[in-house]
């Protein structure tokens, strides 16, 4: 389920704890050089670390950076005071997303909810990093070590990043991918009911046709490629973009990144899915959690397997890892910041 028109919803009823935000975490607005009119919101934290690795967190469509603030938060908390020190780390909200008011300057005089896509995200990312890194950090980009922590569509941006930027400029050292979004797919999971040969025996008891065309449809005006979000990114070329899970390969021959891919846990996205789209649990069971999860497993390919880590199923979670479980991802943004750390202090 991709995260593009529904609430954010928590697991649970009781009142969530607001993140007291350290004092580490500063927030401001920038331009970039190739879109000089508009501004662009970010938070930024300097690292206490030797090491210039810089965490960057990407957003899905429903969210924004202010849900990576409790992750942040948690690294600074777990690393502050310690040898190693904690990382520098940025999260921002793209335009027209979250506190990033400006809409992309490329959308005018385009097709309404279709003037800018991920290509075109991913190269705002690009420009992103080289401005903070001068700016916050006085250091150039290629100097630094980059990851990349992104949720859903955040995790094609990531991927099409990579893929603009291999060799040149500043590759990326490491990813986690946090429940990609599938960007090949036009998230219509079931059998179609009018197809030659379909037989209603394929369905789980609980599901009638009936219940299944409604389904069908809910998930078309919503998830469809061509559907608009309030952020006009346009997904409607991603499958030409990402045609497949395993490939393209992240980095350059002879320097792949590290790579950990998290999905959703079954029950809880049955839940989630239950609950904001009244998708039946037995029908999200059979059709989408093996889908997503065979789209994970691709996912774990894009990088040599002595570096790849997953896919493995976020315990409790929903769509939105970082929302339900900011501490599988503080330990598993570590787990890669430590393994690039070495890496290159081993100088390999």
């Not at 649970?12 to 401001?28: C, D, G």
């Not at 502050?80 to 809409?103: C, H, V």
């Not at 369905?203 to 005006?221: G, M, N, T």
């Not at 890892?321 to 070495?342: F, H, S, W, Y």
């Amino acid at each position: 389920m991709a995260d593009i028109s529904l609430p954010i919803q928590s697991n649970t009823t009781e009142p969530q704890p607001a993140v007291a935000i350290p004092k580490e975490i500063t927030s401001q607005n920038t331009t970039l050089a190739h879109k000089p009119s508009a501004s662009i919101n970010y938070s930024f934290a300097r690292g206490s670390g030797k090491d210039p690795i810089l965490v960057v967190f990407l957003n899905g469509l429903m969210t924004d950076k202010v849900t990576w603030i409790p992750v942040i938060a948690g690294i600074i908390r777990r690393r502050i005071g310690t040898a190693a020190g904690f990382p520098s780390m940025l999260a921002y909200d793209r335009y027209g997303q979250g506190m990033s008011d400006d809409r992309d300057p490329g959308d005018y005089g385009k097709d309404k909810g279709h003037g800018h896509d991920c290509q075109d995200a991913a190269e705002d990312l690009h420009y992103l990093i080289e401005r903070v890194a001068e700016k916050e950090m006085g250091m150039k980009p290629e100097q630094l070590k980059i990851v990349l922590v992104a949720n859903s569509i955040g995790c094609a941006i990531a991927r099409l990043y990579s893929q603009s930027h291999p060799v040149a400029d500043f590759p990326i050292a490491g990813f986690l991918f946090l429940d990609s979004i599938m960007a090949n797919s036009d998230f219509n999971f079931w059998p179609d009911p009018d197809a030659p040969g379909f037989s209603r025996d394929e369905l789980p008891d609980d599901v009638s046709v009936e219940i299944l065309r409604e389904q069908r449809a809910k998930f078309a005006v919503i998830f469809h490629p061509n559907a608009i979000n309030k952020e006009g990114l346009s997904r409607r070329n991603l499958a030409q973009l990402l045609p497949h899970s395993s490939s393209p390969m992240l980095g350059k021959e002879g320097d792949r990144p590290w790579l950990t891919v998290v999905g959703h846990d079954f029950e809880a996205f049955a839940q989630e899915s239950l609950q904001t789209m009244g998708t039946p649990v037995s029908l999200t069971m059979k059709y989408s959690n093996p889908i997503w999860h065979n789209y994970n497993k691709g996912l774990a390919q894009l990088t040599v397997k002595t570096k790849s880590k997953g896919p493995f199923q976020a315990k409790e979670c929903g769509h939105f890892i970082q929302r339900d479980g900011p501490v599988i991802v503080v330990d598993e943004t570590l787990e890669l910041v430590d393994k690039i750390a070495l890496q290159y202090s081993a100088g390999q």
